[in-house]
């Protein structure tokens, strides 16, 4: 029955049942040794592991621990004041309503983690279907350079589940209505914000990255110095850091920051910290020909 049992319980995660089986014969030592070899070697912790799995599955998005929930927080925190700020009515009393768990676990896995700005994303921003009357967006993007993202994030629940013919029908309506003046409406399941931010990342790449580039394309002007800067931290595979641009140009402290924090401004590098603060900055998006001719 011992035997039995300890192949009932050979998981990982069934680390602490060895101590209530009955001393194993050799050979089930080995295997138990070699069992808690590969439980340190993974670290003993489900994110660590589900980041290594993230990363065997070939993403780019740096593990959860390296995205600086400080730094999210505190520019969520500033995002959220600014448009409450800016808002009276019933406009202001949406945004309290409406942005909750799911709206904020959407910027924190899916939104900062590819863009690491909230500049011109709008939280429940107001729109009018074709009877002119109000509704709400959970998300809208307009870039400098024009275009408008609609962004929408769905619970099963409440937009499948709970929902009516009616209501069925007019949201298809709303959304064949909205692109056909001009919008791009992207909807992202909550359980795949939760679940599978990687696949969420990349759906809101293809439709943002284009619209980022042209606008780019339009404001941005390198200086020798920022290009060359940038093309070693895309070379470098790991966060630049000030002292590797000190290094390379023979330059103090003050200046090789001042080029990263230019380049990190114009939305070309994003700032990696531990704890509050920054240690590096990592590229963003995909590699900017464009500016580097």
């Not at 949406?94 to 500049?119: I, M, N, T």
């Not at 940038?230 to 080029?259: C, H, N, Q």
Request: positive net charge; aromatic residues 10%.
């Amino acid at each position: 029955m011992s035997r039995k049992k300890s192949v009932l319980t050979d998981r990982p995660a069934a680390a602490g049942l060895s101590t209530s089986v009955a001393s194993p014969a050799p050979s089930s030592a080995r295997q138990a040794r070699a069992e808690r070899g590969e439980r340190e070697e993974r670290g003993g912790d489900s994110a660590a592991r589900s980041s290594d799995s993230a990363a065997y599955r070939g993403q780019t998005v740096p593990p959860r621990s390296t995205l600086s929930a400080g730094l999210f927080e505190e520019a969520h925190r500033l995002f959220l004041a600014r448009h409450l700020d800016a808002r009276s009515g019933e406009r202001r009393g949406r945004l309290e309503r409406g942005h909750q768990y799911a709206e904020k676990l959407f910027l924190e896995q899916v939104w900062w983690p590819l863009l690491g700005s909230f500049d011109r994303l709008h939280p429940e921003y107001e729109i009018y279907d074709w009877n002119r009357r109000s509704q709400f967006l959970d998300f809208a993007f307009l870039p400098e350079g024009g275009g408008r993202i609609g962004i929408e994030c769905d619970g099963f629940q409440s937009h499948i589940k709970d929902m009516d013919r009616e209501k069925f029908s007019y949201a298809l309506n709303r959304d064949s209505f909205l692109t056909g003046i001009g919008w791009k409406m992207l909807h992202f399941s909550f359980d795949d914000i939760q679940r599978r931010p990687d696949v969420c990342r990349m759906l809101l790449q293809l439709s943002v990255g284009p619209m980022l580039i042209d606008s780019r394309r339009e404001r941005a002007s390198l200086s020798p110095e920022e290009k060359d800067v940038l093309r070693t931290a895309w070379r470098l595979g790991r966060a630049i850091r000030p002292k590797d641009v000190m290094v390379r140009y023979k330059m103090s402290f003050r200046p090789a920051r001042e080029l990263l924090q230019s380049l990190s401004a114009q939305g070309l590098l994003n700032p990696r910290a531990n704890g509050k603060q920054i240690r590096g900055y990592e590229p963003t998006g995909t590699f900017p020909f464009h500016l580097l001719d």
